[in-house]
């Protein structure tokens, strides 16, 4: 029973390698973003706030398939954001924005549990 689990849990774990490397290319992919201005947020100190660093990480989690945590820090990081930059939260993304996420994160629960199951049957 044991090496079943190591097995199982051996091909859920990604190679430290690929998250290093994931990792890298998407600070790239931030920074070129950041010094090229590309969302037009003015100075490189704007795009690397403590919000941006919770969607960064929420990000890594999602291309490292933790979903729900991924989900949550971006959610987190997305609402304070835009709080921050329109200076208030629409009343239309009020109603809608955290039911929605509680939704997708039911549905990212379903998912793994399938992936779960189809895994420990082959």
Same mark, same amino acid.
């Given at each position: 029973?044991? $090496?079943? @689990?190591?097995? #199982?849990?051996?091909?859920?774990?990604?190679?430290?390698?690929?998250?290093?490397? !994931? *990792?890298?290319?998407?600070?790239?992919?931030?920074? !070129? $973003?950041?010094?090229?201005?590309?969302?037009?947020?003015?100075? %490189?100190?704007?795009?690397?706030?403590?919000?941006?660093? !919770?969607? *960064? $990480?929420? %990000?890594?989690?999602?291309?490292? #398939?933790?979903?729900? =945590?991924? !989900?949550?820090?971006?959610?987190? =990081?997305?609402?304070?954001?835009? @709080? @921050?930059?329109?200076?208030?939260?629409? @009343?239309?993304?009020? $109603?809608?924005?955290?039911?929605?996420?509680?939704?997708?994160?039911?549905?990212? *629960?379903?998912?793994?549990?399938?992936?779960?199951?189809?895994?420990?049957?082959?």
């Amino acid at each position: 029973m044991k $090496t079943i @689990d190591n097995v #199982l849990k051996r091909h859920r774990e990604h190679h430290p390698q690929i998250s290093i490397g !994931l *990792f890298f290319i998407l600070l790239g992919v931030a920074l !070129l $973003t950041a010094f090229n201005d590309w969302l037009n947020l003015g100075s %490189v100190k704007e795009y690397f706030t403590w919000e941006s660093a !919770l969607i *960064f $990480t929420g %990000v890594l989690l999602l291309v490292n #398939l933790n979903f729900v =945590g991924g !989900l949550a820090l971006i959610s987190i =990081g997305g609402w304070f954001w835009i @709080d @921050d930059r329109l200076g208030y939260i629409p @009343d239309l993304m009020k $109603t809608i924005y955290w039911p929605s996420v509680i939704v997708l994160a039911g549905i990212f *629960f379903i998912i793994s549990s399938f992936v779960k199951r189809r895994k420990r049957l082959q």
